[in-house]
């Protein structure tokens, strides 16, 4: 019963947002509009690479593609979903976190739906068209196998960068001014993934695309869509390997959201 009665109070939340939000309805559609150009422009940067090259780092247009779709796909779904977590800061700084805390729902879903950014669901929509428009493209040997990870990758990498965007915004807990750190992780994590991880080098592919896992988010998962095999050399299996990367990304991100609401201290304003 009690289940049944937080599920309909976050509902009551998301219908609240869906009203406020487009109530006033040519304002809505051209925040729609307008939302998808920083996602377009990440595209077109790929874009005009290629038209000072034929491949980048062994991958052609078509494939390196895949991977922007899949990260584009992924990117957009997580910032639309989680992407205003990033408001903890302000929630920590003057104390409105207290009000979040006395309620009997949960804090993190709480935090979502109270802001949730309905406009940028035309950055999703414009992302999956992306990722469809390339594996339409790009020389895939379809199998079920496939069908089934080309649905499921861009969902795991959404849980992937939810994981990253819930795990920045925790660190206001101890330290407020933490923004521009976890937006290296953020939005730096998306231009990784959008190019082949053998564009980069050294220590730092091993943090960003292993130690972070930031490699099963499109450069795998494309590997295994494309068939091709790893110039790094590692197994075609780790291309189906997203799905286990976002669940052990969201475990970490559940243990630091609520180590961190355990240590919060309010402001008493």
Same mark, same amino acid.
């Given at each position: ?56 780092? *062994? ?85 079920? *196998? ?13 849980? &992937?960068?939810?994981?990253? &965007? ?21 939005? *730096? *994590?998306?231009? &990784? ?77």
């Amino acid at each position: 019963m009690a289940e049944a009665g937080a599920g309909r109070a976050y509902l009551a939340l998301l219908r609240g947002q869906v009203r406020a939000q487009a109530s006033y309805r040519v304002s809505f559609v051209v925040d729609l509009v307008s939302n998808v150009g920083a996602t377009v422009f990440d595209v077109l940067s790929v874009l005009v690479l290629f038209r000072v090259t034929r491949d980048l780092a *062994g991958f052609g247009l078509a494939e390196a593609m895949v991977m922007v779709g899949l990260s584009t796909a992924a990117f957009a779904t997580a910032d639309l979903a989680v992407g205003n977590i990033e408001r903890v800061k302000h929630y920590v700084r003057t104390g409105l976190f207290d009000t979040i805390l006395v309620r009997p729902l949960g804090s993190l879903p709480q935090l979502l739906l109270m802001d949730l950014p309905l406009r940028k669901v035309s950055r999703v929509l414009f992302g999956v068209a992306v990722l469809v428009a390339a594996l339409a493209v790009a020389d895939v040997d379809w199998t079920p *196998g496939r069908v089934a990870l080309a649905v499921v990758a861009p969902l795991a990498g959404a849980v &992937f960068f939810g994981s990253i &965007f819930v795990i920045g915004a925790s660190v206001a807990f101890w330290w407020i001014e933490s923004g521009e750190i976890a937006n290296a992780f953020t939005y *730096g *994590g998306r231009d &990784f993934t959008s190019y082949p991880v053998t564009v980069y080098g050294g220590w730092f592919r091993r943090l960003f695309a292993y130690g972070l896992g930031f490699a099963f988010v499109a450069y795998h998962p494309a590997l295994a869509l494309l068939g091709r095999a790893d110039p790094l050399g590692l197994p075609a299996w780790v291309g189906w390997a997203a799905p286990g990367v976002a669940v052990v990304a969201a475990t970490v991100a559940a243990v630091v959201w609520r180590t961190g609401v355990r240590h919060y201290r309010s402001t008493g304003s």
